[in-house]
Structure formats: C-alpha cells, structure tokens
C-alpha cells in the first residue's frame, strides 16, 4: 500500500522537475523519503498540503512565467498554455487525486 504511494510520489516528483516546480518537489520528496523509511506520519503532511491557499491543488504546470489573472480572465479567456503544458498539467491533476486516495486508504491502514 505504502509502496503505491511512493511510487505515485514519485511520478509526480519527475513532472514537477520538468516544470521547475522546486518547492512542491522537493516537499513530495521529503514525504516519499519519509514513507520509504517507515515513517507513516508522512502521510498526514501529504493530506495537509490539499487544503487552503497556495496548496498542491493550486499548482499548475507552465514552462513560461504568467503575470496574475482576475479570475474572470481566467474563466473567460483562452488557455495561455501549449499542448504538452495542457497534457502534462492533466497528468499532474490525475496524480494528485491519486496521490490523496493512496493517502487517505494508507491512512486507514495504518490508524487500524
């Protein structure tokens, strides 16, 4: 179960190198080295990082900078990004779910 997880961790650690994303990967870093090692409390940290401004679930994949958007620009307006930044930012957006599902069932384990 654990070993699902890392392994999701993982595929997100190499998709956000790609973009640059420094700070979420070496955060999915620490949290997968910290199950690798046995240390269930990691889980908890993955769960916390879904929630609230600036979370995981803000993060998009660009390569390019983007100034800041209203979010009616946002809803009204084209995307800005290229067909593999669409592509990989779906891929990301997959991963994250799984990565909470695989959280909350190792969770669920582990407090048994």
Do not use: K
């Amino acid at each position: 179960m654990a070993d699902q997880l890392i392994g999701l961790l993982g595929e997100a650690v190499g998709l956000l190198d790609t973009y640059g994303e420094e700070r979420w990967s070496a955060w999915m870093n620490r949290c997968r080295d910290a199950l690798v090692a046995g240390d269930y409390s990691a889980v908890d940290v993955i769960l916390e990082a879904y929630g609230g401004m600036g979370s995981f679930n803000d993060v998009t994949l660009s390569r390019r900078p983007t100034p800041l958007r209203s979010s009616v620009e946002v809803a009204m307006g084209p995307s800005q990004a290229s067909e593999e930044e669409q592509r990989d930012d779906r891929a990301l957006h997959e991963l994250r779910g799984a990565i909470w599902r695989g959280a909350v069932e190792l969770q669920r384990h582990v407090n048994r």
